[in-house]
């Protein structure tokens, strides 16, 4: 996050329909990505106080919102890395 605010946007200079197939991605990777900070916080907080059953339930949500997450974060670098 630190790095993309202190550093230019790279336009993505791919044509047709692979360009709306990154910006897809792009942008539901910004929304989730900024929508799993509660659950991971709230997931890491019922952890530590050791509040098991809680952290199981919601750790079902949490998991799979976080790795889509981490796997589009790959791609869409994949996807921008020839333009830079």
Do not use: C
């Amino acid at each position: 996050v630190a790095y993309h605010m202190t550093s230019e946007s790279t336009p993505y200079g791919g044509e047709g329909s692979i360009r709306y197939i990154y910006f897809t991605i792009l942008i539901s990777h910004i929304l989730l990505s900024i929508t799993v900070i509660p659950f991971v916080l709230v997931t890491y907080v019922r952890a530590i106080t050791n509040d098991i059953q809680a952290h199981k339930k919601i750790a079902k949500i949490t998991f799979p919102l976080w790795l889509y997450v981490a796997v589009t974060g790959v791609i869409v670098y994949i996807m921008i890395s020839p333009y830079y």
